[in-house]
């Protein structure tokens, strides 16, 4: 399954030649299913009430029950959403955002667009898809249902599994707009959890007068801010301690806010808008139910011999490419990074019973740009108790040549120089499963082949499974045995 994705913007200074991976990055924002069911019960804003908590609290669930029975009763709906999480980490300010948009006409009409996937229906046959550059958009897959003749919340989150995934595990869940349209009772799982309600001084949002709410719950505080004319939600606040722990968990990180913004929010479909159509585009192969494209290959270049690359070892002396051949070559590129350490540590472990081999070496690439020293290099290895001999990719082949995004990562060259390994990120079992593949390589057997034949017949086991799925881009209803909505 995908990740799912963000745009993120961002102000940086010099970073390495090759970094370690953001800690701040989309999936981050995942949470658990249970907390997310709780989201998909959210919404408000408030309104000054009188001076003793609990008639306050009156007026403030009072203006929340006048926007809930605005949007029950609404007989179309369209906003342009945004997600959007913002904090300052590092001297940098980071801003994450997600699309989270929705018309809707009753009584089962409806386009959605929200993290990456989108669905549509023209009253007739629903259509969805999930985006993915990475697979080409799952190879142009789309789904294809029967619309029922009223729409309700299982219809859509059971109209694929992969597709009910991406929504479960978006920065803040479900769409809240969903729950508020079509939900039997919107909110009620979350303000039974609310511990106290307070009406905040009201705001105000380009021309839209709003009153707030804020709910306090055991996951944290959620802010809502409904139109004081129209009870239409305008703006949504989020309690990122617990939408966003891990960079809330950072110390470094400050600054740290998650809302949506229910831009263009209305409870009037513009006349020329014409967002239901059901149409697929042209080559879209329609299907019952998405199916999961194989995980691609990390790299192009298994079974492939890199050219003209070459390393600065301690004493500034050049390694080129052509000195590692005649022996099978471990290469770890790093940055003076918590992860990296913990990886050279594992590399160090496995290469330890090789120490004396002449026919297997292993170093450690440092991948810092030159404003790092050789001294500071070396005295980071020493305190983290790496002696693997190292040497610096000054010039970026890593990143140039080998295509490495992240640090730590792995390339293992058998003893012609071609590519047999190629593995980013972290392993806690490296040190138990390297040796095995030194062993079958000193052997003579070439790893990289075997996966590259294994790759391929996935990637026909996909393409047969999706040929058994096709559909002629009508509507349908998936086979009994369908598990795509569960």
Same mark, same amino acid.
């Given at each position: 399954?995908?990740?799912?994705?963000?745009?993120?913007?961002?102000?940086?200074?010099?970073?390495?030649?090759?970094?370690?991976?953001?800690?701040?990055?989309?999936?981050?924002?995942?949470?658990?299913?249970?907390?997310?069911?709780?989201?998909?019960?959210?919404?408000?804003?408030? =309104?000054?009430?009188?001076?003793?908590?609990?008639?306050?609290?009156?007026?403030?669930?009072?203006?929340? *029950?006048?926007?809930?029975?605005?949007?029950?009763?609404?007989?179309?709906?369209?906003?342009?959403?945004?997600?959007?999480?913002?904090?300052?980490?590092?001297?940098?300010?980071?801003?994450?955002?997600?699309?989270?948009?929705?018309?809707?006409?009753?009584?089962?009409?409806?386009?959605?667009?929200?993290?990456?996937?989108?669905? *549509?229906?023209?009253?007739?046959?629903?259509?969805?898809?999930?985006?993915?550059?990475?697979?080409?958009?799952?190879?142009?897959?789309?789904?294809?249902?029967?619309?029922?003749?009223?729409?309700?919340?299982?219809?859509?989150?059971?109209?694929?599994?992969?597709?009910?995934?991406?929504?479960?595990?978006?920065?803040?869940?479900?769409?809240?707009?969903?729950?508020? @349209?079509?939900?039997? =009772?919107?909110?009620?799982?979350? @303000?039974?959890?609310?511990?106290?309600?307070?009406?905040?001084?009201?705001?105000?949002?380009?021309?839209?007068?709003?009153?707030?709410?804020?709910?306090?719950? %055991?996951?944290?505080?959620?802010?809502?801010?409904?139109?004081?004319?129209?009870?239409?939600? *305008?703006?949504?606040?989020?309690?990122?301690?617990?939408?966003?722990?891990?960079?809330?968990?950072?110390?470094?990180?400050?600054?740290?806010?998650?809302?949506?913004?229910?831009?263009?929010?209305?409870?009037?479909?513009?006349?020329?808008? %014409?967002?239901?159509?059901?149409?697929?585009?042209?080559?879209?192969?329609?299907?019952?139910?998405?199916?999961?494209?194989?995980?691609?290959?990390?790299?192009?270049?298994?079974? =492939?011999?890199?050219?003209?690359?070459?390393?600065?070892?301690?004493?500034?002396?050049?390694?080129?490419?052509?000195?590692?051949?005649?022996?099978?070559?471990?290469?770890?590129?790093?940055?003076?990074?918590?992860?990296?350490?913990?990886?050279? =540590?594992?590399?160090?472990?496995?290469?330890?019973?090789?120490?004396?081999?002449?026919?297997? %070496?292993?170093?450690?690439?440092?991948?810092?740009?030159?404003?790092?020293?050789?001294?500071?290099?070396?005295?980071?290895?020493?305190?983290? *108790?790496?002696?693997?001999?190292?040497?610096?990719?000054?010039?970026?082949?890593?990143?140039?040549?080998?295509?490495?995004?992240?640090?730590?990562?792995?390339?293992?060259?058998?003893?012609?120089?071609?590519?047999?390994?190629?593995?980013?990120?972290?392993?806690?079992?490296?040190?138990?499963?390297?040796?095995?593949?030194?062993?079958?390589?000193?052997?003579?057997?070439?790893?990289?082949?075997?996966?590259?034949?294994?790759?391929?017949?996935?990637?026909?086991?996909?393409?047969?499974?999706?040929?058994?799925?096709?559909?002629?881009?009508?509507?349908?209803?998936?086979?009994?045995?369908?598990?795509?909505?569960?």
């Amino acid at each position: 399954m995908p990740r799912i994705k963000c745009q993120r913007s961002g102000v940086s200074d010099q970073g390495p030649v090759i970094g370690p991976r953001s800690p701040v990055t989309c999936y981050l924002f995942a949470v658990t299913c249970a907390l997310l069911l709780s989201v998909a019960v959210l919404a408000g804003c408030g =309104k000054r009430g009188s001076s003793t908590s609990s008639s306050a609290e009156q007026d403030g669930r009072l203006v929340l *029950r006048n926007m809930i029975a605005a949007y029950q009763n609404a007989r179309s709906y369209q906003d342009s959403a945004v997600v959007r999480l913002r904090y300052r980490h590092h001297r940098r300010v980071y801003e994450d955002t997600a699309r989270m948009q929705v018309s809707f006409q009753r009584p089962n009409r409806i386009a959605l667009a929200a993290y990456q996937v989108e669905l *549509r229906s023209d009253g007739k046959r629903i259509v969805g898809q999930v985006a993915d550059p990475e697979t080409d958009n799952f190879d142009g897959q789309w789904i294809v249902r029967d619309c029922p003749p009223t729409l309700e919340i299982p219809a859509l989150y059971q109209l694929d599994e992969i597709a009910h995934a991406v929504l479960r595990e978006g920065m803040t869940g479900y769409p809240i707009q969903l729950d508020l @349209l079509l939900a039997e =009772k919107p909110l009620d799982e979350l @303000l039974s959890q609310t511990k106290q309600v307070r009406v905040l001084p009201d705001g105000a949002i380009d021309q839209w007068h709003c009153q707030r709410i804020q709910l306090e719950t %055991k996951q944290g505080k959620f802010v809502f801010w409904v139109d004081r004319d129209h009870h239409l939600l *305008r703006k949504l606040e989020f309690p990122p301690e617990t939408f966003a722990s891990d960079i809330a968990a950072d110390r470094l990180a400050t600054q740290l806010t998650l809302e949506i913004e229910f831009r263009d929010a209305s409870f009037r479909l513009p006349r020329e808008a %014409k967002p239901f159509d059901a149409e697929l585009p042209a080559g879209a192969k329609a299907v019952t139910h998405l199916v999961p494209p194989p995980q691609p290959l990390p790299s192009e270049l298994f079974g =492939k011999t890199p050219q003209g690359f070459f390393f600065l070892d301690p004493q500034q002396r050049r390694i080129e490419s052509g000195h590692l051949q005649g022996q099978i070559t471990a290469l770890m590129w790093f940055n003076q990074h918590p992860g990296c350490a913990d990886a050279l =540590k594992q590399l160090q472990a496995a290469c330890r019973p090789y120490l004396s081999d002449g026919r297997v %070496k292993c170093f450690a690439i440092a991948a810092d740009n030159s404003q790092v020293t050789n001294d500071q290099i070396a005295r980071w290895l020493a305190a983290k *108790r790496i002696s693997l001999p190292w040497m610096r990719d000054l010039r970026a082949f890593g990143r140039d040549t080998f295509r490495i995004p992240w640090t730590p990562a792995l390339v293992i060259l058998d003893a012609t120089g071609r590519v047999q390994i190629f593995e980013v990120g972290g392993n806690e079992q490296l040190a138990e499963q390297l040796p095995e593949v030194i062993g079958r390589l000193l052997d003579g057997q070439d790893i990289a082949q075997e996966i590259l034949e294994k790759h391929a017949q996935t990637r026909d086991e996909y393409l047969a499974k999706i040929g058994q799925l096709q559909v002629d881009g009508q509507a349908h209803q998936p086979p009994a045995d369908d598990t795509g909505g569960r």
